[in-house]
């Protein structure tokens, strides 16, 4: 069984791309990115109210960091320390030797390559760092962006489920791609 030790944290980096721990330093682009109607479509979690919200947020991924539960980075450009996205595995599973991955990018971002060039990384990470077999990624089946992006980066379809996720009354498909470390 796979062990996770974030300590210390991993600062990654590519051509354009610096991806850093996030800190409370964040809070109103974490919450610019976890209030916007736009960005969280998508994703079934509640909209940040606040900035206290948001500082919840940046907790809950620390104590995740600190407990080698979960590891989220600040996506920035190299000259710019302005958080734009986040993205990190979530829901490891070191008994399968398997992780989630998740990414987030603020909207005037969208479709600069920035997300595939984050993802890239995260796979490299994920395969040599963290030891991972595979990598799975989890979305709606009407996120035509991010399915994009993951068959950009090589991951196949494995499963549609239907009406798997019961959230604010109603009940959600979703779709599962996966990557092996081949």
């Known amino acids: 069984m796979l062990e996770f030790n974030f300590h ?10 610096l991806l850093r721990r996030i800190t409370n330093d964040d809070v109103n682009e974490v919450f610019e990115l976890r209030s916007n109607p736009e960005t969280m479509k998508f994703i079934p979690r509640p909209l940040v109210k606040n900035n206290e919200d948001a500082l919840e947020h940046i907790a809950m991924i620390e104590e995740k960091i600190e407990t080698n539960l979960g590891i989220n980075w600040g996506i920035t450009l190299k000259d710019n320390p302005r ?12 008994e ?13 971002f969208h479709g600069k390559g920035i ?4 993802v890239s990384t995260l796979i490299k990470f994920g395969f040599e760092n963290l ?3 595979s990598i799975e990624a989890v979305i ?5 962006a991010s399915e994009k992006v993951l068959q950009k980066c090589g991951f196949v379809k494995e499963a549609h489920l239907k009406e798997a996720e019961f959230y604010e009354g109603v009940f959600l498909d979703k779709v599962i791609y996966s990557l092996l470390n081949n």
């Not at 210390?8 to 051509?15: G, S």
């Not at 958080?83 to 070191?94: E, F, H, N, T, V």
């Not at 399968?96 to 005037?108: F, H, Q, S, T, V």
């Open 8 to 17: 210390p944290f991993p600062v990654l980096e590519t051509d354009r791309l």
């Open 83 to 94: 958080l734009l996205g986040i993205i990190g595995y979530y829901r490891l599973q070191p």
């Open 96 to 108: 399968n030797y398997r992780a989630e991955i998740g990414y987030m990018l603020l909207p005037e």
């Open 115 to 118: 997300i595939p060039e984050a």
């Open 131 to 133: 030891k991972l077999h």
């Open 140 to 144: 709606d089946p009407e996120n035509y």
